[in-house]
């Protein structure tokens, strides 16, 4: 077995830690280029750091939230311990707030308000046991995730990702690329290839860097490239993560998944996503009421800063779609992975 292989199951990228009473965070708007780590130590910059990318992915952003909870608490509490759990509920709408489509931020804000009517006292040592909890939790669902993901894989395939759903967008592993380490680690000799995904080039900059950290070759295209490289029989599965999965199994992820997945069942090819459960809202019943974010046309007019967009056009940037369910063959969760996933599967799935 090569170097490569061995080194791969390894959990060596972790984004989000917190230490020292704080967060830190890799900040993934300088990688490749630099490795430079941020600590925050309010819960105002927290938000922040979500809505400007220094840290993105769902689970990411999800534990961030819940570390960003912690912050709050032990700011409110001693500006007033005995009003403490009333001001804090406009901190939570602030991170509620500072990204919409990713639901697991949501989710993990939700899970961590939930503790605090019980509190009696100091609530720091209660919130952060929970949140570290939310982050091994994380960790643990990636990695089972990537053995059932893994299953479905021949060992000389050729997959496809797009976007970054890796250690860097979860705390730690990866979904997609938990899936893809795990085969890897397993001696499967995939090739992987990676959308550039325009226009933050989290596949250029992200998935690359970390598959590579891993020893896990790597091939980019332009994203208008993969139709033809499904079209020329190299590529057998996509495998993506997801912002938000609906009830009935729509899947909100990276903007051009959804092409992705309609040139997949053109051609033949299996699509996989591969999210755990706190990416599912039962509460949306489809992917037509989970909404997507826009963001700023200077992120299409600008590259590396500088303008190439030609002056006095007009621009339409959501960074995420929504693929029907219909298109999705298999989803992997930490409690299982379901085949043609639908509204029944997953209401059976989450339980409901
Ligand atoms: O805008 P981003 O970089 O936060 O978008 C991230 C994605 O779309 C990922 O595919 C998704 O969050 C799954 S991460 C495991």
Redesign the pocket.
């Known amino acids: 077995m090569s170097q490569a292989i061995m080194s791969t199951d390894q959990d060596t990228i972790n984004p989000v830690q917190w230490r020292n009473n704080a967060l830190e965070l890799l900040d993934q708007r300088l990688l490749p280029g630099e490795e430079t780590w941020l600590r925050l130590e309010d819960v105002e910059v927290t938000a922040g750091a979500i809505t400007d990318?220094v840290v993105?992915?769902?689970?990411a952003?999800g534990v961030t939230a819940a570390y960003g909870v912690v912050l709050a608490a032990r700011d409110r509490y001693s500006a007033d311990p005995d009003t403490w759990k009333t001001a804090i509920q406009a901190d939570l709408d602030t991170l509620n707030q500072a990204r919409p489509t990713?639901v697991n931020l949501r989710w993990a804000v939700a899970r961590m308000a939930k503790l605090m009517s019980g509190i009696d006292g100091d609530p720091v040592p209660v919130l952060l046991a929970e949140a570290r909890r939310i982050h091994d939790e994380d960790i643990a669902a990636c990695r089972h995730m990537g053995e059932l993901g893994a299953a479905y894989i021949d060992a000389d395939a050729g997959v496809l990702t797009h976007?970054?759903?890796g250690a860097l967008?979860?705390a730690g592993y990866?979904?997609?690329l938990g899936v893809i380490r795990s085969a890897w680690s397993k001696g499967k000799a995939l090739t992987v290839f990676a959308d550039e995904t325009r226009p933050?080039l989290?596949g250029a900059r992200l998935t690359a860097w970390e598959l590579l950290h891993d020893g896990i070759p790597v091939q980019l295209l332009a994203d208008g490239a993969a139709a033809y490289l499904m079209q020329k029989g190299k590529v057998q599965w996509v495998v993506?993560?997801?912002?938000r999965v609906a009830a009935n199994g729509d899947v909100a992820?990276?903007i051009g998944t959804y092409g992705l997945a309609v040139a997949a069942r053109h051609h033949g090819v299996r699509f996989m996503v591969v999210?755990p459960t706190s990416t599912i809202d039962m509460q949306a019943a489809s992917g037509a009421e989970i909404p997507i974010e826009q963001r700023d046309p200077d992120e299409l007019f600008l590259a590396g800063g500088k303008r190439v967009a030609a002056e006095g056009a007009g621009a339409w940037n959501p960074?995420?779609d929504i693929t029907p369910a219909a298109l999705v063959d298999v989803l992997v969760t930490e409690r299982g992975a379901l085949d043609s996933p639908n509204a029944a599967s997953i209401g059976n799935l989450m339980g409901i």
């Open positions: 990318m993105r992915g769902a689970p952003i990713a976007c970054n759903a967008a979860t990866g979904t997609a933050w989290q993506v993560g997801a912002d992820n990276k999210a960074v995420f």
